[in-house]
């Protein structure tokens, strides 16, 4: 049995390419940063929080847990919840470039497999107005950094650098799948 630790239909979505049967459930973790905690931390921690959460009520499957956040001058963006903090955050990453750690992890009983990636993303210069329909559009307000990549967020980059480009939506699949592999699924 394969569960994963997430109630997010972006990486619902992205598990479903792997044609692997699999259920979701919430993982009932608290986000809050810890002081002090560096955006690789934090994710690192939260990944196998969620994980372990959600197996602790489910020994007998592997669990996927993930998470993802934003980091701009060292400081950790997070999910704006309205069009104002949106629009903060698209304003204070025009012209700059964010780095996006996502972490995964494996879980069952004893075993973890975890890795991590890092995506940088080179904003174009935006002025108010492009931010104000961008955001009027898409309502990017429950993505880390205020955009849809997926979608017409893209129009906002110069260059995404990246070793798995479906780590920046939420769910690195390339080094999933060889944890999946590592673990005994047949993927493909």
């Not at 990636?117 to 009027?136: A, W």
Request: charged letters at 25%; a negative charge.
């Amino acid at each position: 049995m394969l569960i994963l630790a997430s109630t997010s239909r972006y990486r619902r979505e992205l598990l479903q390419r792997l044609r692997l049967p699999f259920d979701c459930d919430r993982p009932e973790v608290d986000e809050t940063p810890l002081r002090a905690e560096s955006p690789n931390q934090l994710v690192r921690r939260l990944a196998r929080a969620k994980a372990e959460a959600v197996a602790g009520r489910h020994p007998e499957a592997w669990v996927i847990g993930s998470d993802q956040a934003a980091e701009l001058d060292g400081g950790i963006l997070g999910k704006p919840g309205d069009r104002e903090s949106a629009i903060a955050q698209l304003t204070a990453m025009a012209g700059r470039t964010v780095r996006f750690h996502t972490a995964v992890c494996l879980h069952r009983g004893p075993h973890a497999l975890e890795a991590l990636d890092l995506t940088q993303v080179r904003f174009r210069p935006l002025s108010p107005e492009e931010i104000e329909r961008y955001v009027d559009a898409e309502q990017p307000f429950d993505c880390a950094g205020s955009f849809k990549c997926e979608g017409l967020g893209i129009s906002l980059f110069e260059a995404i650098e990246s070793h798995d480009p479906t780590a920046l939506v939420g769910l690195p699949l390339i080094v999933l799948a060889g944890l999946l592999r590592e673990a005994g699924y047949q993927v493909p």
